[in-house]
Structures are given as C-alpha cells and as structure tokens.
Nanobody, 121 residues
Framework: QVQLVESGGGLVQPGGSLRLSCAASGNIFSIYTMGWYRQAPGKQRELVATITSGGSTNYIDSVKGRFTISRDNAKNTVDLQINSLKSEDTAVYYC???????????????WGQGTQVTVSS
C-alpha cells in the first residue's frame, strides 16, 4: 500500500555531512507526519526527527543544531541533512510516515527498509 525508499547513507568521517532522502509512494491520500528513526546495534530504535504537514519540526536533543529535517508535500518526500557527524550517529536510519490512505479515514504508520550511516575515521 505504501512504499518508502531511502537513500543517501554511507561511510563518512567524523565532522562530515550526509543528506538522507526518502520518497513515499502508494495509496496515499495525505501524509501528516514524516520523520526519521535510527537504530544502532544493541540499542533501541529512537525517533530522531519529525516534521508535520504544517512544517513543525522536532528533534531529539543529541541531534539538535546538527540535523535538519525538511519535506516536500507535493512530492511526498522527506530529507534529513546531517552535519557535524559523530561516531555515535552510526546507525541504520529509517524513514517514517504517518498517513491517511485513500478511501480510509484511519491513520497508518510505515517505515522504510533503512539506510546505513557509518561514521568512522
């Protein structure tokens, strides 16, 4: 019903930057919230950043000032600009959408397959 395709992950040195992108497609009527989760080995998945349909953003404290989330409502895409990368940012990053499907009044959550971000010197 809904597919999320992430891109932009890779290997980068500490202090470097990456831009993650996610494109949502499928039987979508409207996306209310988009965001990015991440999960490091042995750790719980955490919600890194979100952006609402109105443009309101939220970030976990550890990424504030370094990560910037943005979206294109017309294209159903969300990006995460990651600057000043630290080793602790190493994780698989998952795109997230909370959306209303066509002919369905209920909201649904979806996650992508993830893209690996590795920060290492």
């Amino acid at each position: 019903q809904v597919q999320l395709v992430e891109s932009g992950g890779g290997l980068v040195q500490p202090g470097g930057s990456l831009r993650l992108s996610c494109a949502a497609s499928g039987n979508i009527f409207s996306i209310y919230t988009m965001g990015w989760y991440r999960q490091a080995p042995g750790k719980q998945r955490e919600l890194v950043a979100t952006i609402t349909s109105g443009g309101s953003t939220n970030y976990i404290d550890s990424v504030k000032g370094r990560f910037t989330i943005s979206r294109d409502n017309a294209k159903n895409t969300v990006d995460l600009q990651i600057n000043s990368l630290k080793s602790e940012d190493t994780a698989v990053y998952y795109c997230y959408v909370n959306c209303l499907l066509r002919l369905d009044r209920g909201l649904h959550d979806y996650w992508g397959q993830g893209t690996q971000v590795t920060v290492s010197s």
